[in-house]
């Protein structure tokens, strides 16, 4: 059998500039194994790929007795601050809008088996995530990915994350438009985009059809658009126009711990302005926006430092500078008049540096993607009806089938417990979207799939496969449908076991389904972990996070009851906390608050708005008893989580990489041309003598080039302009002479630039790489004394 | 072949039953009580799951669990690590893991009399790369494990490839008898 990589089978199938992006971060994963590349840098280096750290990869685990030293055979190998090299990680996959092809899902399927537990798990913003996976297995798992058109460029880290949309979008009767291709415009033009690669903190953004529905909970994110039409739908303009696209654009939205309502920045921004304004956003928040204080970092925060009206104006001044760039319309789905500014300057930025991944070559390896229109398989058709069809179908159909706005087509909802579905039902999932659905499924942040365009004719069928694969469970968007975090299972900040709680509460609404009022079967539960929220438990009906409280010297598990949410109107209202119950005391506050809702509420009354009416108060009051907790030798089950034997402790609580690190776009683009330096090396010592000097010079460009769009952040990617301009900002002003050396750093840098193609035999390839060292080391002195405090 | 990541599932007897959920404190147990020489990492609960796998105990070598995938109910141990030797020593080394697991499995009073035989087992390669579910990848795994099963069942056994092509490469094993898993450790640390 011939013994091949992934690299080689797959030589051909990736775009070029990923198959590069992918080699640069093996790169650094060599220099990291060799000690010669800063932990933070590292760290946020793979935060930035979606390679993402797992509770106790500090070596550390409390077993129930004791906290026991995980001795990874790596010994004190790190691949960030306080995490191991061999520690198990988790893998986020970026799915934007969640939708994933069928020849995706195999080949996430294939990753989950091969190098993870055989579990894929849909998270509450449409991604995918593996876990216990090693970081060794990054690389392949990358490759494998980018083959079928999956980058898992900025799916952590200080980035813009993955971008979300509403999977109705195209087929909802509510919708103003389908947002789906301007979805698709954002997530390519800011991917790798360098006014995106700044940030203090990450940022989130989503799109919606509609105001009125959860749809993308705009109100929550730090950007959300919610589709507008002028005039709107219904409504015709005086000169008889063709209504305009836009999108009433919010901003500032968060949960995380104290959670932020996101402000109207504009009630309608035209489409052909979405891209810019977004960029003016980016740039703003990368400037202004908080980098030492990680807790204040997000830019929810600087919206409410600045104030909304404040921060308009920054964007509208901020989007009036943008140099012109023709992607703001191109990259959109109908033909756009070209912007008037035509005469500006065009950016080119077709480097590949760490910090300036050009959104160009990405933008052109998603092309296709892009190009991509979900459409029907087969003809339409009613669903079928009659007595004869099985009950077990009519149940499933109740909640998990609705029609779409094409009539005789139909969304069908595959609700999989905890967002978890294994690798061989993945598969049949991706051979029944193929038969029914065209090949397309997407994620929904329930954390479920849903497979679109089905013809009513095909439903029954499409069930019978589906429950043939232990995917056919009803109750998609019910009670029974809970939402949660990975929680203690997997996250280093987690501190109660949402996933835990939540398979119970599941279980036990489950199987009492039947006999449930209809006044409580839509409500949504969601656990978090603990307060940051990624249970989004804010805008449940009844929500909860993880807490701990001590009774008689042990800790126990509990969660606050968070009530007053609204999952409506985009997230339209957050819930406030009332009160810390013992976790194995939720099942009976949940039947409780239930119970009470059902016996008590006005007809046609929401259950927000009877917790509003009723008051928290009250509420809380008849929960009190709740609250208490049996000794330990009363009931030592309360002092365990659910699903978990260990005795509780909040011991193996860490420092969580959600808040990446920060790395300065400078920090970033230096360590980038060290990379290029340690290449060259590489090609000298397999005697490739011009390619090594060549490479050399490459990396004293980056290193003046990173240095010198610390003050232009505009400077382009052309050699010339970037000697010119590092020469007059910072040669000429003598900012980058060493205090010994003098102006002899940069002079490495003009006389390598003013060789005409040079040729190199091995002494002089050598020599070159010497100097390229030493100018990088020039470079990060220079960077260093003018960001040091004034004394 | 240069691929490592073999999966062993041992078959319970056909009419075991197990409430998965005793399987958690036991498999924290295990980790308290140092277990199996192995790097233990945690437990990992998926009995929520449909025909998932079902409780495992995640070490950084392997992955350890009790399952009902396909309907069977087994005990599976999946190589993560990369493992030394050439195929012969990982095999070995997979089974190996997998009937320590098991025979440790067997002593659990809170199971109750769980029984591996050890007479129906299946042997996977969870890699597409090194070990595609074709047919040279049979001819280079099949001879090395049947010279190892002629070791453990001289009685005499089948084996049956599992054709999926899109599921892993997989060999079951069907031997004319059940020698249990002391048997079994035995014959393989003799073989």
Redesign the interface.
Known sequence: MTEVTWKQRLEGRLPRSIAREIEIYETQMELKRQGKIDDKVFAESRLRRGVYGQRYDNGRRQDGTGTRTLEYPSGELTKGPNTLWDAPGMQRIKIPFGEVTADQLEVIAALAEEISDGIAHVTTRQDFQLHFVHVDDTPDLMRRLAAVGITTREACGNSVRNVTGCPLSGICSDEAFDVTPYAKALSAFLLGHPDAQDFGRKFKISFSGCAQHACALAHLHDLGLVARTSPPAGESSPAGDRPQRGFELYVGGGLGAVPHEAKVLDPFVPVEELLPVAQAICRIFGRLGEKRNRGRARIKFLVAKLGIDEFRRLVVEERASLPFDPRWTELLPEPAAASPAAAERVVERVAEPETALAAGPFVEAYDAWRARRDAPAREPAPLPGGDDLPADFKIWAETNVREQRQKGYFAVTVHLPLGDLTSRQARRLAALSRRWGGGVARATVEQNLMLRWISGADVAGLYRGLAASGLASPGAGTIVDITACPGTDTCKLGISSSRGLASELSRRLAARSFELDEAIKDLRIKVSGCFNSCGQHHVADIGFYGVSRKAGGHAVPHFQVVLGGQWTDNAGAYGLAMGAVPSKNIPRAVARLTDHFVAERRPGESFQSFVRRVGKAAIKARLEDLTGIPSHAEDASFYSDWGDAREYTIADLGVGECAGEVVSAVDFALAASERRVFEAQVALERGEIDAAGRQAYRAMLQAAGAVTRSEMPDLGDDPEEIVNEFRIHFHDTRRFHDPFAGAKFANFLFQAHGEIEPRFDAEAARRRIEEAQLFIEASHACVARHSAPPA | ??AY?LNVKLDFAAEAAVDLGRL??IF??W??EGRLAE?W?????????????GV?L?A?EG?FGVEA?GGRLGLLY?R??PAGGGFPQRLRAALGKALAAGRCLEREAALEDLNLPGDRWTLSI?????APNDE??RR?VEPELRRLLDRLYPGGFELHRQDDA???FALRVEAGEAPGINALRQRLAAA
């Open positions: 072949m240069d990541r958690i404190p924290h147990r980790i308290q790097l990492i945690d437990v990992a609960d998926y009995r929520h799951v449909p025909d998932g796998p495992m995640i950084h992955h995938v999946a993560k690590r969870q890699d597409r790369l090194l040279t990848t280079a899109a599921e892993c």
